[in-house]
């Protein structure tokens, strides 16, 4: 009876040791992966800026697409007044990203400038700043099943809606 016991015992016992390093483990990962990916969505956005008693006016239509495990992809395209006249916008920006305490964290990895786009690089700074930093975060909070609400530090910067296939 003695030895029944012991037997039953030893297998219980490595039966709580093995559910209790499964959910171990699954917590890690989870803690590791987190769940917490951009949308891949589409916005318009119009900014206007006044600098030097003159209004600066920016049309861009934005893509963000999810490229690979924390990563992300913007696809500009768009219109900029400045100084000089008109310039067209054409560019794809990669970056990398972490998500911490509810911000996103986006490094730049490489900003490709596509043929169609001819606006300078201080032009850039002054009409779209954006695509000229190298760090940059954002807030992505659900507003319904296909609204996003992208926010910088204070204010929105742009609503992004999901793309539908």
């Known amino acids: 009876m003695k030895s029944l016991i012991k037997r039953n015992y ?3 016992l490595s039966i709580v040791i093995s559910l209790l390093s499964l959910s171990v483990i699954i ?6 992966f987190d769940f917490h990916n951009v949308p891949e969505c589409k916005s318009v956005i119009k900014v206007i800026r006044p600098l030097d008693d003159e209004k600066k006016d920016s049309l861009i239509l934005l893509n963000v697409v999810p490229s690979g495990f924390r990563e992300a992809t913007f696809i500009i395209n768009g219109h900029a007044t400045g100084e000089k006249g008109s310039y067209a916008v054409s560019r794809v920006i990669e ?6 305490s509810g911000y996103y964290y986006f490094t730049v990895k490489d900003v490709k400038k ?7 690089q201080d032009e850039v700074s002054k009409t779209i700043p ?5 760090y940059f975060l954002l807030k992505i909070e659900q507003l ?10 204070r204010a929105p910067v742009f609503i992004c809606t999901k793309t539908t296939k």
């Open 10 to 12: 030893k297998r219980y």
């Open 27 to 32: 917590g890690t990962a989870w803690l590791f």
């Open 95 to 100: 970056a990398d990203y972490s998500y911490k």
């Open 114 to 120: 596509q043929p169609a786009d001819n606006i300078e």
């Open 130 to 134: 954006i695509i000229n930093s190298k």
């Open 144 to 153: 319904s099943n296909n609204s996003f609400v992208f926010t910088g530090n």
